[in-house]
């Protein structure tokens, strides 16, 4: 593309408990707004007829290239057996469409095919989750209205399911998979603004806690570390006299820690390990202080 970009490989984002009716922060420093939005949204949600000059959009991939209604075939699948792990639908087109295409030619052989390739429903504790792959996306530009469009299908899907049966599904988590998650470098600056800008003050907003769970640590004759899940259930136990060797071994054991709560334990179990000297007191979460 006569550029340059950065990028991630298989890049994950899980979507959870956002705002009804989608969220705009203001002011606005996403790149896309309500009106965008609007216009957008159909582009997945609606069939379109052939126009000349538009190659294609998710909603016809979805709706009517291959022949299927995938979109409702999903939902006929999930309101019969609700449990289906194979309520999947498919945008890339493998081995040509003859209505869209008399040379019978595929994806890979024309530039412009779909970033949006792969869509798989599934409905688990009554929770409706979508989980979409993207071979190619901008991290930057587009796939904040990507999310925005694939969360307003996994609704449309979650609510007509709820016309046609008794399941009064709650919507799950929106996953998306960038194979390819970059940005370009026309971005690199408006990225660098927006991160000084903004990033500290969403960092003061976040809600630390770790769906790990937490860590209680007193000082006996050695250190001692209770593991609880977020309903207080005790899951695991560590002692020892090395802070180095506790926060081994719960890093062992607990490989999905969020960086910060990695970072606190450190502190922490630095402190505790401190305090076996018997020069000072411990107390979590308070200064150490002389005995």
């Known amino acids: 593309y006569d550029g340059k970009w950065q990028e991630l490989i298989d890049l994950m984002a899980v979507i959870t408990d956002e705002p ?8 606005n420093y996403l790149p ?3 009106d965008y939005l609007k216009n957008y949204i159909p582009q997945i949600l609606e069939d379109a007829p052939y126009q000349e000059g538009v190659k294609y959009t998710y909603g016809q991939r979805l709706r009517s290239w291959f ?41 890979h052989q024309h530039g412009g095919s779909p970033c949006l390739n792969h869509i ?14 993207l071979r ?10 990507n999310a925005m469009g694939l969360r307003a299908l996994q609704q449309y899907i979650r609510d007509e399911i709820a016309n046609r049966s008794d399941h009064n599904l709650k919507l799950g988590p929106l996953i998306t998979i960038s194979q390819s998650a970059h940005i370009y470098d026309d971005t690199w600056e408006n990225a660098d603004q927006l991160i000084r800008k903004e990033y500290s003050k969403l960092c003061k907003k976040r809600d630390y806690n770790d769906p790990c769970g937490n860590f209680v640590i007193s000082v006996q004759e050695q250190i001692l570390v209770e593991h609880l899940t977020p309903n207080g259930e005790v899951v695991g136990c560590y002692s020892g006299r090395s802070a180095r060797q506790l926060y081994q071994s719960i890093a ?35 200064a150490i202080f002389k005995c």
Not at 20 to 27: I, Q, T, V
Not at 71 to 95: C, H, Y
């Open 67 to 107: 022949g299927r209604e995938q979109v409702e075939d999903v939902i006929e699948k999930l309101t019969g057996e609700i449990d289906a792990a194979s309520a999947v639908m498919n945008l890339w087109d493998s081995g040509g469409n003859i209505k869209r295409r008399l040379d019978g030619s595929s994806d």
């Open 120 to 133: 798989w429903v599934r409905v688990v504790e009554n929770e409706l989750s979508l989980t979409a792959t």
């Open 252 to 286: 062992q054991d607990c490989p999905g820690l969020e960086v910060e709560h990695a970072f606190y334990l450190g502190t922490e179990l630095q402190k505790a390990e401190i305090a076996l000297s018997g020069v000072v007191l411990y107390n979590q979460d308070r």
């Open 32 to 34: 896309i707004d309500r």
């Open 20 to 27: 009804d009716n989608f969220y705009f922060p203001e002011p």
């Open 136 to 145: 190619s996306n901008d991290m930057f530009s587009a796939w904040v209205a």
